[in-house]
């Protein structure tokens, strides 16, 4: 009976997983932004006019415009005094201190990379950079 | 079982599991293929059903996990791998959560419904728990710090990115234990220990060396 019990669990736990895994998918397209520019501090930009404004880096095997220069052309003062999060199109965000985007790079397929943080803060496909 | 052989069998599966993550799972994201998906519910998911089949002990996957965990981290040439090593980690500590309450022998997955179902979820509970587990600790170990927001808003990408490792699961799970028959051949046999440590040594020295 036990042994019923716990084989029925299973199976249920299965559907309600594969329930979740489906809705959460539906809920991921439905909400997926589309777009060719991305937001800096309230501002709208495109990647290539972010380029054309900044000095292209490059380090190690990336390049790309540096993350510190963009802000300050963005028109954020005291700029060490603010925390950065950076969004991507699929909703991934990490939020990083100035310091750390003075390590930071824009690459032209609008990935964020940090020299000094691990994989888990690139986002790739950045929609939006908000000054908080 | 020996305690010897034990930990030969938690370093030869842990390191088979490390370099799959470093070389196959690499290859995979190099393709733009959702590698974690397919990584867990592939390999991480078999490589712990199958050492839990044949050694019939718990508390190995948790070894296995952070033998694989440490052949990652310490990959010289992948750079910072810090989030998919605590991820690997995780992943063997649900394993060891998930399967606690399932008999040594397995008694209970008689029938492909229970086994397949039995993939579907131990695949998607270690890749959701492995996922939000590295996206607390990574950043803690980071100097950019942890910040709950940006694990909550990512919530449904991580719920829906388990799906796929849900159904390889499902497939991987009734297939894994057509190996039971061969469970006793492998740890009785005289080649077992140059065998198991000949394999990881193999693995260890593919991965730090970076020939591939």
Known sequence: ?132 | MKKKKLFAGILVFGSLWGFSECIIGSMLRDAGLPAGAIMTGVFAFSLMAISRMFYKTRGMQFGMGLVAGVLRLFNPFGGCYICSAIAIMAEGMMFEILWHKISIDFNELDTLKIKSSMGIVTSYCIYVVGYVITQILTPVFSSAGFHIENLIVFIPQILAGGLLAAVIGGIMGPTIFLLRKFDNTLVRNRLYYPATIGVSALCWLIVIANIY
Not at chain 1, 39 to 59: A, M, P, R
Not at chain 1, 67 to 73: A, C, F, G, Q, R
Not at chain 1, 89 to 98: I, R
């Open chain 1, 1 to 132: 009976m036990k042994h019923m019990e716990k084989n029925k669990l299973i199976q249920i736990i299965a559907i309600i997983v594969i329930v979740i895994g489906i809705g959460s998918s539906i809920y991921v397209h439905a909400t997926q932004i589309d777009s060719k520019h991305i937001n800096v501090n309230g501002k709208d930009y495109s990647i290539d006019q972010l380029f054309d404004n900044s000095e292209e880096k490059t380090y190690e095997t990336y390049s790309g415009i540096a993350l510190d220069s963009l802000i300050v052309k963005a028109g954020v003062e005291n700029p060490e005094k603010y925390e950065y999060t950076i969004i991507g199109a699929d909703g991934y965000q990490k939020t990083v201190e100035w310091e750390n985007m003075i390590n930071g790079l824009l690459t032209k397929d609008g990935k964020s990379i940090f020299f000094d943080l691990p994989k888990a803060f690139r986002v790739k496909d950045i929609v939006e950079i908000k000054v908080d």
